[in-house]
Antibody
Framework: EVQLVESGGGLVQPGGSLRLSCAASGFTFSSYWMSWVRQAPGKGLEWVAN????????YYVDSVKGRFTISRDNAKNSLYLQMNSLRAEDTAVYYC??????????????WGQGTLVTVSS | EIVLTQSPATLSLSPGERATLSCRASQSVSSYLAWYQQKPGQAPRLLIY???NRATGIPARFSGSGSGTDFTLTISSLEPEDFAVYYCQQRSNWPPEFTFGPGTKVDIK
């Protein structure tokens, strides 16, 4: 069974840092782009970042550029999101998702259950 | 940046009725459009990819159509478990960056 399990969320003060992890199982992790998508409380979905299979390409939404870093460890089947200089507007459930498509990532399937990040003093 | 608009914001229907959800892009996205279903407290689930292909395990009552800027998700006959929020999503040409529509809530009339 394909499974993604996030961890690392919690309460952090504005300006603080947090590192999210996503453990993947049930598929060949190193063969897929991977992404982080977030959802603020009561709001819609926002793509945050994605990373190519070998980690050579990484892309970010403008609002997190320079603050967040996506990375992966294919030997550990794990995806990460290092979040620095956190702001109140970063408060959200963060989902790990496998990116799929014929040659480039076009959609997200499956998704993890999410981990909540709350930025507040 | 491509903006996705979904309509209506809320759709109130009864079980057994047909649901038609619209997603419009501010510029052409070819067929690079996906649809997701999200229930309260759950992660989104992929329903449709590349505008019209059902994802694995998705019932045949869900269908997608469209290309370019106008897309439709149709649920032919609503089941009780279909009442949820539905999002469309597109991928920019390059780099692979993504945007979601604001969602359509399908609730029970």
């Amino acid at each position: 069974e394909v499974q993604l399990v996030e961890s690392g969320g919690g309460l952090v003060q504005p300006g603080g840092s947090l590192r999210l992890s996503c453990a993947a199982s049930g598929f060949t992790f190193s063969s897929y782009w991977m992404s982080w998508v977030r959802q603020a409380p009561g709001k819609g979905l926002e793509w945050v970042a994605n990373i190519k299979q070998d980690g050579s390409e990484k892309y970010y939404v403008d609002s997190v550029k320079g603050r967040f870093t996506i990375s992966r460890d294919n030997a550990k089947n794990s995806l990460y999101l290092q979040m620095n200089s956190l702001r109140a507007e970063d408060t959200a459930v963060y989902y790990c998702a496998r990116s799929d498509g014929d040659y480039v990532p076009n959609w997200f399937d499956p998704w993890g259950q999410g981990t909540l990040v709350t930025v507040s003093s | 940046e491509i903006v996705l608009t979904q309509s209506p914001a809320t759709l109130s229907l009864s079980p057994g009725e047909r649901a038609t959800l619209s997603c419009r892009a501010s510029q052409s996205v070819s067929s690079y459009l996906a649809w997701y279903q999200q229930k309260p407290g759950q992660a989104p689930r992929l329903l449709i990819y590349d505008a019209s292909n059902r994802a694995t395990g998705i019932p045949a009552r869900f269908s997608g159509s469209g290309s370019g800027t106008d897309f439709t998700l149709t649920i032919s006959s609503l089941e009780p478990e279909d009442f949820a929020v539905y999002y469309c999503q597109q991928r920019s040409n390059w780099p692979p960056e993504f945007t979601f529509g604001p969602g359509t809530k399908v609730d029970i009339k």
